[in-house]
């Protein structure tokens, strides 16, 4: 059961600037030159919502650059002051969260490794109750729906209503391409059960390298994500942290001008006519799915009642991986994936279990 969240709609945040509702600001803070540098450059392309700066960095290994810690509050504050745009940072613990809060912090995230603990994500809930701020949870490094959803739901628990999730991917054991693989199935999946909850990329932690950076915002855009966060430095090649992914406000813009933003709920009536019309003609087809699949019950069932009669086990492995087998070849003919064929499949071998498992214990 997910917690009934009470949240403001994106459009009506504080700074919001249209679509793509944008997070931009280095990995880090490292020195007031560069954070303040940074800041009006990216104040100067008029899309920036928010200023993002890490200031306690989370490192996988000791010994790297661990984040200039309070100190760089006071930087961000100066953004605020002399850009306007808001300043959001990443916090991890109570004490972050009363420290970024007393240099007027507008916006809060959790990162990917602090969502994965309940206890620390409870921690800062706690310390935020009562506090009107900007909340954004970060999915877990760990491909978890419900650690995710858990987290937010937490954050929701302490009265915040202007809450959102950011995607910035999941971490493998493999070597893959991105940094970070995206599994676009979870932030869809969390669409499906908190439809009103806006969803911010971040295809900078994603991607791990800047070539890779608008393939990623392009996709979001695509999938009617709400924003995205994007780290930005004035001199990447020499950041204290995720050099190879940051870019410099210049090339953001450049990233920012090549997006093509979708119509998400397109009113012209002639889109409207086709679209709608193709849309009729796929929920027809899944009337069919639907009455197909009921009468493949229907005989499922004949056959538990002939297996009842005749003393047979319900399940007879070989031949289902026999209708697998021949359910696949037979889709990849048609353009259909063996591995959508091979969970419809599997769903239906259970479905149909089911149907003659009622059927031997006189249910139906
Ligand atoms: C960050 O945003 O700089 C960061 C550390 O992110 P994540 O929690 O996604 O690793
Ligand atoms: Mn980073």
Redesign the pocket.
């Known amino acids: 059961m997910v917690l009934k969240i009470e949240n403001t709609q994106i459009t009506d945040w504080k700074g919001y600037k249209g679509r793509p509702f944008l997070i931009s600001g280095p ?2 803070a490292e020195t007031e030159e560069q954070v303040m540098e940074t800041a009006r450059q990216l104040a100067a392309l008029n899309q920036v919502s928010v200023f ?1 700066a ?1 200031i306690w ?2 490192r996988t290994r000791p010994n790297s650059f661990e984040g200039i810690g309070s100190e760089g509050l006071k930087w961000m504050r100066r953004v605020k002051q002399e850009t306007g745009m808001l300043i959001g940072t ?1 916090v991890a613990n109570e004490k972050h969260v009363y420290e970024a809060l007393k240099y007027g912090v507008d916006m809060l ?1 959790i ?4 969502t994965v603990n309940p206890f620390t994500v409870q921690e800062i809930s706690d310390a935020l109750q009562g506090v009107d701020v900007m909340v954004l949870v ?1 999915n877990p490094v760990n491909p978890d729906i419900e650690l995710w959803v858990g987290a937010i739901e937490r954050i929701a628990g302490a009265g915040i209503t202007r809450i959102g999730a ?1 995607h ?1 991917g999941f971490s493998t054991y493999e070597k893959t391409l991105y940094r970070n693989q995206p599994n676009w199935q979870l932030p869809i999946e969390l669409r499906r059960r908190i439809p009103d909850l806006p969803i911010i990329c ?1 295809p ?2 994603i991607a791990g390298a800047r070539a890779y950076l608008h393939e990623i915002s392009q996709k979001a855009m695509d999938l009617n994500f709400d924003g995205l ?1 994007i ?1 930005s430095h004035i001199d990447p090649a020499n950041a204290l ?2 050099s190879a992914q940051q870019l410099t406000p210049n090339d953001l813009k450049e990233l920012l001008t090549r997006l093509i933003m979708r119509n998400p709920n397109p009113d012209d009536p002639k889109l409207l006519d086709v679209l709608g019309e193709l849309r009729q003609q796929i929920d027809i087809y899944d009337d069919h799915l639907l009455d197909l699949l009921e009468k493949r019950m229907k005989i499922a069932e004949k056959i538990g009642m002939y297996k009842k009669e005749n003393n047979i086990t319900i399940l007879q492995s070989l031949r289902w991986d026999e209708i697998i087998r021949r359910a696949v070849i037979r889709g990849q003919t048609k353009g259909l994936s063996a591995e959508m064929i091979d969970g419809i499949f599997k769903a239906i071998h259970q479905e149909s279990i089911n149907h003659q498992m009622r059927v031997m214990n006189n249910e139906r």
Request: hydrophobic content about 20%; proline content about 5%; overall charge positive.
């Open positions: 990995c880090s993002r890490g960095k989370p990443e995230w990162g990917a490794r602090t970060k950011i910035r971040d900078s932690h966060m780290e942290s995720d």
